[in-house]
């Protein structure tokens, strides 16, 4: 049986591909586009999931959307029907485009479809399992778990905002939900927009932010105050009430009322370019510690109503990988599962999965595995195709085909200072890069987080990086014993790797507390001592688990920086051409194409014009 998972019209348009309940391959479209968090249909998405598996779209037997849109644009005439005359010519400019996505998406899929692959006989049956079971298949099904409690968290669905439902074997029970316009992650995203960053793609920057605020600081305490008394009530089985008179989501295209959180929390808005100050990173850190309560609160609510050990997450509020590593120290579920792709993106698998599962009553093979297979489910590139990248651009290069050799040259210029972009095999599924499209370092260097951001990444000097490491690695500095193959999980570094604060610590601006050594690997220790650990099982990733290796013989750390390849405002690069260009266009120092290493110093037409651009913002 051959399915077909798909996402798309809002943001981050995916597809996936199962074939027998295997997930065979699952991509973003933005990795083929280059136009981050593309909402359109994946039309080369779907070509490479076809392509992958040697397929026809008439070989495919059902296409799964990920969520119901007649239900949804239900949701939408009843939600400005309630707040009426409020956001009337919001709502007359949107009419005539819920109506083309929603009222005529069968018609838009086919099209799609039809795109992708001229041949198609339109014959394919179409499913739409609601977006919240798309998540919370996305989660279970692939998960190692026989049975377990199942929590989907994110912005809004259909209705749903956030579940808690239970895996058994391959049914999934939906116990409780929380409907808008009360939601987790519309409340984390009005922060993200008060406090400068872009809704939908900026959360992550407000979740780096939070660290530098200062805890049981008066201000934060009194920021999170203010948050229980006006912007929402929290209840002790996690649900929330927005107090919609502070918000202007539901009947207009922008998020809060400006003037009355302004006068709420004493500032106004940031604006994107405006520097941040201690007061904005005390209001990121006092939204962050209320999403964690409310996260555990959901998580202890979820364990009373399944009694299980296990605990699967999905929807956008499960990236959240700060919360994810209090929830993991919390104790409440034996075992935690985090979707790699766990937004809008992964609903496509979960669609798919779904159908099989449920639709089709397929029974799982999966039982003690990781069916995500590490998020290696993107496309890969030949040596043939890296040589035509070499000769388009005359570039130089020295392949290596001995893979000991590769790596121990490589370990050696990362432990030099040198920052090398490293690109092989299957592109990962997700928004992390996990070892296939990344970017490496040492992260001893004190000067390296730096670095990264001004002149590769071109993005905040305040944002951290990631490490990736062996799993022993894990246990000894972070003592983290459990795999954690995503990066979804934040742990403290061991208090004898640190290193003591100066006592003007708390006084001092954000970016003289950015530059303070923490740990023995500053690097990768955030401002609060945390990091969020990617660990490398040999199966999944055997080259940069020998060259870990290898640079551990080196160094005594098995431990590198993994940071996405790419600059900001673009998506993870894709392809062997993506990968050069974005070599040559910032001060990356090597890049490693599968077996074909490059310097920069000996690159052709450095400085080409060709070469110098702007970069967007994110």
């Known amino acids: 049986m051959r399915i077909l998972g798909i996402s798309c019209f809002y943001h981050d348009a995916a ?25 359109r249909f994946p039309v080369h998405a779907v070509r490479y999931c076809l392509q992958e598996a040697g397929l026809g779209i008439n070989d495919i037997d059902y296409v799964a959307f990920y969520d119901k849109p007649l239900l949804k644009f239900e949701r939408l005439l009843e939600t400005y029907y309630a707040y009426t005359p409020k956001g009337w010519l919001s709502f007359m400019r949107a009419m005539p485009v819920w109506i083309k996505e929603k009222v005529f998406l069968k018609d838009n899929v086919r099209k799609g479809l039809k795109e992708a692959d001229e041949t198609c006989n339109g014959k394919q049956v179409l499913l739409f399992p609601e977006h919240h079971l798309s998540h919370a298949a996305s989660a279970f099904y692939p998960s190692p778990y026989n049975d377990a409690a199942i929590l989907t968290i994110d912005g809004v669905g259909e209705w749903c905002t956030t579940s808690i439902s239970k895996g058994e074997g391959n049914n999934i029970t939906a116990l409780r939900e929380l409907h808008f316009p009360h939601s987790v992650g519309l409340l984390y995203s009005a922060f993200t927009y008060f406090l400068g960053f872009k809704v939908n793609s900026g959360e992550y920057k407000l979740m780096g932010l939070a660290p530098y605020g200062n805890p049981g600081d008066v201000q934060t305490e009194h920021f999170k105050q203010l948050i229980y008394e006006h912007i929402c009530t929290v209840y002790e089985d996690g649900s929330i009430f927005l107090h919609q008179e502070y918000f202007t989501y539901a009947t207009a295209l922008r998020m809060v009322n400006d003037a009355k959180w302004e006068k709420l929390f004493g500032f106004p808005r940031k604006g994107e370019d405006e520097p941040l100050q201690q007061h904005h990173c005390n209001l990121g850190l006092a939204i962050q510690q209320v999403t964690e309560e409310i996260v555990l609160k959901l998580a202890r609510t979820a364990k009373a109503l399944t009694g299980s050990n296990n605990l699967c997450m999905a929807g956008g509020v499960a990236l959240n990988c700060v919360a994810n590593g209090k929830l993991t120290e919390a104790g409440i579920f034996d075992n935690i599962y985090i979707q790699p792709a766990a937004g809008d993106a992964g609903g496509a698998v979960g669609a798919a999965l779904a159908a099989y599962h449920i639709e089709q009553e397929q029974p799982r093979t999966n039982i003690g595995s990781d069916a995500m297979q590490a998020a290696y489910l993107g496309i890969a590139y030949t040596d043939k195709e890296i040589v035509k990248v070499i000769n388009k651009y005359s570039a130089e290069a020295e392949h290596v085909e001995d893979a000991a050799l590769l790596t121990d040259t490589i370990a050696k210029e990362i432990a030099s200072g040198k ?16 070892g296939h499209r990344s970017i490496l370092a040492d992260p001893r260097n004190p000067e390296m987080q730096k670095k990264l951001n001004i002149k590769i990444k071109f993005r905040e000097g305040f944002r951290p990086f990631a490490p990736l490491m062996l799993q022993e690695e894990a246990d000894r500095l972070f003592g983290l014993q459990q795999p954690s193959p995503y990066m979804l999980f934040v742990h403290p570094i061991k208090e004898q790797f640190r290193k003591p604060l100066p006592a003007n610590y708390n006084t001092l601006s ?83 194409l599968g077996s074909f290493v490059f310097y920069k110093e000996r690159q052709p037409n450095l400085d080409a014009t060709r070469w110098k651009r702007e970069f967007a913002g994110d």
């Not at 551990?552 to 940071?563: A, C, E, H, P, S």
């Open 15 to 39: 597809a996936a591909l199962i074939v027998d309940g295997t997930i065979v391959a699952a991509a973003q479209e933005e990795r083929f586009t280059r136009i981050k968090h593309d909402e």
């Open 419 to 434: 920052v090398v972009g490293w690109f092989e095999g299957r592109m990962e599924f997700g928004p992390r890069a996990l």
């Open 510 to 592: 954000l970016m003289e507390k950015l530059y303070v050594q923490r740990s023995e690997l500053p690097a990768i220790t955030h401002i609060d001592f945390s990091a969020r650990i990617q660990t490398v099982a040999e199966a999944d990733n055997p080259q940069v688990y020998q060259l870990l290796h290898a640079f551990k013989k080196l160094t005594g750390y098995g431990v590198l920086i993994n940071t996405s390849f790419n600059v900001r405002g673009e998506p993870i690069v894709c392809s062997p051409d993506d990968a050069y260009a974005c070599f040559m266009q910032t001060d990356m120092d090597m890049l490693v």
